[in-house]
C-alpha cells in the first residue's frame, strides 16, 4: 500500500515507514534514547529528501520525548532552572541552526554537510559506545567493581564566572558552560534533526557534574522545547516538515518503544550499549561509505522544490 | 470526386464543432503557407484537468486534432507532420556537479536555468529532427534538445554549461518528467490526428500548457494551445496549501500531532 507524502512530493509504501518508526522506537525504548540519530539517516536512505528528513525528525522526536519528560516531571526528577538556562541556550542555537540550514540548502552543500555530521557524530559515539561496553563487559567476566566517580572533582567550567545556583541539582554552576551546551544541542537539532540526547546526557553528567538523577528528566525537558521549536521554525521557513509521514514515524514509534522498553528491562547493560553502538557504527559507515564511492551520476537537479526527483 | 475530397474535411469540420476543441484554441498563424488555402488546427483534450490522489501513478492525456482545408496531395505524400508537446510549470532549475575534494563527493559546481518547464512530454509524427533543422527547432523551441536552456548570472566556461544542459536534460528524461515518442502522433484519417502523452507520477502540480505545431513540408504554419490543469486532491493538495500558506499554524499542528501522540502512548500503555 502507498502513500502519498505531500511535502516530500513521493509516494512511499506505508508498511515500510511503519516498520522504521517501529524499529527505532522499538530501540529508543529498548535504549532510552530519543532515535532522531537514527530516524533521519534511515530516510534519507529510502531517498526521502535531507531537507525533509531532518524537519520530520525534529517532529519526530518530540513524540517519542514526551512521555519521558511527562513521567520525570510527576516524579520530580528534573531541575527546572537548569533545564531553562539550557533552554535559553538551545532555542538561540536552534535559531542559528536553522539560518545555517537554510544557507546550506541556498548553496547546495546541505545534504553533504547533514551526511559529514551524522558521519562524524555516529561514528564517534558508536565507537565509544561500543569501547565503553567492552570495557564493562570485561571487568563483568573479571568480577572486578566498577571505578566510582568521585563527586566533588572540579574541572576548569567550574572556574568560569556568572555562577548560578542549582537548588535541585545541589550545584553552584557558571551559567556559560550550560547556556553554551544548549546552544550546541540546538544546533544540532535543527541542522540534523535529532533531540542531541546522546550528547546532551554525556556531557552534562561528565562535564558539568550534574547528578545523574536529573540530567535524563532535564535534557527531555529541553530537548521537547528545542525540537517543538525547530519544528515549527522548520515549517515556517523551509516549508520541510511532512505531517504525514511523521505522523506515521510518530504513532509507529511511540508502540515499539512501550516493546523496547520491556525488552531492555531484560537484557544486560552492557550487552545493550554495545549492540546500540555496533548498529550506531553501522549506519554511520553506510553513509561515510556514500560519500566516499564515487556516485552513478555526478550530477545532480534540484528544481525549486527539494532535490532531484 | 469533389464528394472524396470533402468528406474527410466535413469530418473534421463537424467533429470541431462538435465541441472536443471544447476549451477556446487561440489561433496562432505563423507565415502565409505557399498555397493559396489557409490550412485550419483545432484540438481537443481528453480532459481538462488532471487529478493528483494519493494513489497516484501516472496518467495518458490524448490530445485529439482536425486539419481543415489541409491540401490532399501534401496529405497523400505524407508533407504533414504534426508535434503535440505538454509543458508544465515553469521555474529555474539548478544543476550541480560533483567532484572529488579530499576523498569526498561534493558538489563544486553549480549552473542555474531559468524558466524551464518542469515537465516536458512530447509526441510527433517522426523523430522533430527529420522535420525541421536543428536551428529552426531551437528558435521555436520545440522538441526535448531544442528547450532554451539559458543559465543565470555569469557562466565562465560555454563549454561547461553544455556539458550542465545535456546533463539536465539526461536527468529529466530518467526522472521520466521529460519524455518523447516520435511515434505518438497518429492520423487516425486523412485529417484526424489523435496524440497520446505520458503524464509520469511526479508529474508537478500547476497550468500545464498543450501545444499542437503543424509542419507543412517542414515549415511550422500553425500552432495552437491548450491548458491543462494538474491539481492535487483531497487531502493531500489541504496539507500543501496549508504548509505553504499559513506555514506557522501548520508547523503548530506539527507539533500538536506529536504531543497527543506521545502523550496518548503513554496514557494507553501505562502501567498501572
Not at chain 1, 507524502?5 to 509504501?13: F, G, K, R
Not at chain 2, 496518467?59 to 481543415?68: C, M, P
Not at chain 2, 484519417?189 to 509520469?200: C, D, G, K, V, W
Not at chain 2, 506555514?247 to 500531532?257: F, S
Amino acid at each position: 500500500m502507498t502513500v502519498y507524502l505531500p511535502i516530500a512530493e513521493l509516494s512511499v509504501n506505508i508498511f515500510i515507514i511503519l516498520g522504521m518508526g517501529a524499529a527505532v522506537g522499538f530501540l529508543s525504548g529498548m535504549f532510552g534514547v530519543g532515535g532522531g540519530f537514527l530516524i533521519t539517516p534511515l530516510l534519507i536512505f529510502y531517498n526521502i529528501p535531507p531537507v525533509v528528513a531532518v524537519a520530520t525528525g525534529a517532529n519526530q522526536v518530540v513524540a517519542s520525548s514526551v512521555s519521558g519528560a511527562i513521567s520525570h516531571f510527576r516524579r520530580g526528577t528534573l531541575d527546572m532552572k537548569l533545564g531553562t538556562v539550557l533552554l535559553v541556550g538551545g532555542l538561540a542555537g536552534a535559531s542559528a541552526g536553522i539560518w545555517i540550514f537554510s544557507w546550506l540548502r541556498k548553496v547546495g552543500q546541505l545534504d553533504l554537510i547533514i551526511s559529514l555530521l551524522y558521519v562524524v557524530f555516529l561514528g564517534t559515539i558508536g565507537s565509544l559506545m561500543l569501547a565503553e561496553s567492552l570495557r564493562a563487559m570485561r571487568r563483568a567476566a573479571r568480577n572486578e567493581p566498577m571505578p566510582l566517580r568521585r563527586p566533588g572533582q572540579h574541572n576548569w567550567v567550574h572556574r568560569l564566572p556568572l555562577k548560578m545556583r542549582f537548588k535541585k541539582s545541589k550545584l553552584y554552576l557558571s551559567a556559560i558552560p550550560v547556556v553554551a551546551l544548549g546552544f550546541g544541542i540546538g544546533i544540532l537539532t535543527s541542522v540534523m534533526g535529532v533531540g542531541g540526547g546522546f550528547i546532551m546526557v554525556p556531557a552534562m553528567i561528565y562535564l558539568l557534574r550534574i547528578p545523574t538523577s536529573v540530567v535524563v528528566g532535564t535534557s527531555l525537558f529541553q530537548i521537547i522545547f528545542v525540537t517543538a521549536y525547530t519544528t515549527i521554525v522548520q515549517a515556517a521557513t523551509n516549508y520541510s516538515v511532512d505531517i504525514v509521514l511523521a505522523t506515521i514515524l510518530m504513532v509507529a514509534g511511540v508502540i515499539g518503544a512501550q516493546y523496547g522498553v520491556r525488552v531492555g528491562q531484560k537484557l544486560r547493560g552492557e550487552q545493550l550499549r554495545a549492540l546500540l553502538g555496533l548498529l550506531v557504527l553501522a549506519v554511520g559507515l553506510r553513509l561515510a561509505v556514500d560519500l566516499v564511492i564515487t556516485p552513478a551520476d555526478l550530477y545532480s537537479l534540484s528544481v525549486g522544490g527539494f532535490a532531484s526527483r | 470526386m469533389m464528394t472524396i475530397r470533402l468528406i474527410p474535411c466535413l469530418a473534421a469540420l463537424l467533429l470541431a464543432i462538435l465541441g472536443w476543441a471544447e476549451p477556446a484554441a487561440a489561433q496562432v498563424p505563423i507565415g502565409p503557407g505557399p498555397s493559396p488555402v489557409r490550412e485550419g488546427l483545432e484540438i481537443g483534450t481528453s480532459t481538462s484537468e488532471i487529478a493528483i490522489t494519493s494513489d497516484f501513478r501516472g496518467a495518458d492525456l490524448t490530445v485529439f486534432g482536425a486539419l481543415t482545408n489541409a491540401d490532399e496531395l501534401f496529405l497523400a505524400i505524407g508533407q504533414y507532420d504534426v508535434v503535440v508537446t505538454l509543458e508544465g510549470p515553469r521555474d529555474a532549475a539548478t544543476v550541480r556537479r560533483k567532484e572529488r575534494v579530499f576523498g569526498i563527493w561534493m558538489n563544486t559546481q553549480s549552473v542555474t536555468f531559468e524558466q524551464v518547464p518542469e515537465s516536458y512530454s512530447m509526441a510527433s509524427t517522426r523523430p522533430v529532427e527529420d522535420i525541421q533543422g536543428p536551428t529552426s527547432l531551437t528558435r521555436m523551441g520545440v522538441g526535448l534538445d531544442h528547450l532554451a536552456l539559458s543559465p543565470i548570472g555569469y557562466v565562465g566556461n560555454a563549454l561547461a554549461v553544455a556539458d550542465f544542459r545535456e546533463a539536465y536534460r539526461r536527468l529529466k528524461l530518467s526522472s521520466g518528467l521529460y519524455q518523447r515518442d516520435s511515434a505518438g502522433v497518429r492520423f487516425v484519417s486523412p485529417s484526424l490526428f489523435r496524440a497520446t502523452l505520458r503524464l509520469p507520477a511526479n508529474v508537478p502540480d500547476g497550468v500545464h500548457v498543450a501545444h499542437a505545431y503543424l509542419f507543412k513540408s517542414g515549415e511550422l504554419i500553425l500552432q495552437r494551445e491548450l491548458p491543462l490543469r494538474v491539481v492535487k486532491t483531497g487531502l493531500e493538495q489541504t496539507i500543501t496549501d496549508a504548509a505553504h500558506q499559513q506555514p506557522l499554524a501548520y508547523g503548530l499542528v506539527c507539533v500538536l500531532v506529536a504531543l497527543v501522540t506521545g502523550w496518548g502512548a503513554s496514557v494507553l500503555f501505562r502501567k498501572d
